[in-house]
T-cell receptor
Framework: DADVTQTPRNRITKTGKRIMLECSQTKGHDRMYWYRQDPGLGLRLIYYSFDVKDINKGEISDGYSVSRQAQAKFSLSLESAIPNQTALYFC?????????????FGEGSRLTVL | SQQGEEDPQALSIQEGENATMNCSYKTSINNLQWYRQNSGRGLVHLILIRSNEREKHSGRLRVTLDTSKKSSSLLITASRAADTASYFCATASYGGSQGNLIFGKGTKLSVKP
């Protein structure tokens, strides 16, 4: 089984719908992240969490919210999806030893908003 | 806010040749990391080089860092078709959001058999 699991892997939805992307990890890491990838734009940070009680906005948090339900679970919600939120979304984790360690990524959730 | 910028955007080589990708960044860094992404898949960490290091090796990978020029290069020697992927540099800097690795837009490498 993958260390970082994202569900769903693919989702097509309509404008205005609420969508939740879920992430679970078995690496035992405290730090979890949500990134968005768009063609030609690289990865951009949406939200990150250093522990269950810690949630921080990233570069592009508008239109998104997150919930850290447990150390192993971090979900991303789009309250009212819009077409420009069509993208590939990645969850990642990192080891808390050291400020800027390597990230471990899930396989991604491809979201299409019609 | 893009910190790292990879060059070239795309690179096509023959199997057995070496591939060199470059990354330039703007502000002082704690470390610089390289990641690989197969088409549509998750990113995989390749190597991390700290600001006080100049060169690092891992198998067929060689990374250099020049903090005076704010640039890094990733060299893949004796490339294989399986090296076909996108490669991203990511920089970690003090002063920005803690834990925020800033990724470049990537270099798309194609290795032809």
């Amino acid at each position: 089984d993958a260390d970082v699991t994202q569900t769903p892997r693919n989702r097509i939805t309509k404008t205005g719908k609420r969508i939740m992307l879920e992430c679970s990890q078995t690496k035992g890491h405290d730090r979890m992240y949500w990134y968005r990838q768009d063609p030609g734009l690289g990865l951009r940070l949406i939200y990150y969490s250093f522990d269950v009680k810690d949630i921080n906005k990233g570069e592009i948090s508008d239109g998104y919210s997150v919930s850290r339900q447990a150390q192993a679970k971090f979900s991303l919600s789009l309250e009212s999806a819009i077409p420009n939120q069509t993208a590939l979304y990645f969850c990642a984790t990192s080891d808390p030893t050291g400020l800027f360690g390597e990230l471990f990524f899930g396989e991604g959730s491809r979201l299409t908003v019609l | 806010s893009q910190q790292g910028e990879e060059d070239p955007q795309a690179l096509s080589i023959q199997e057995g040749e070496n591939a060199t990708m470059n990354c330039s960044y703007k502000t002082s860094i704690n470390n610089l990391q390289w990641y690989r992404q197969n088409s549509g898949r998750g990113l995989v960490h390749l190597i991390l080089i700290r600001s006080n290091e100049r060169e690092k090796h891992s198998g067929r990978l060689r990374v250099t860092l020049d903090t005076s020029k704010k640039s890094s290069s990733l060299l893949i020697t004796a490339s294989r078709a399986a090296d076909t992927a996108s490669y991203f540099c990511a920089t970690a800097s003090y002063g920005g959001s803690q834990g925020n690795l800033i990724f470049g837009k990537g270099t798309k490498l194609s290795v032809k058999p």
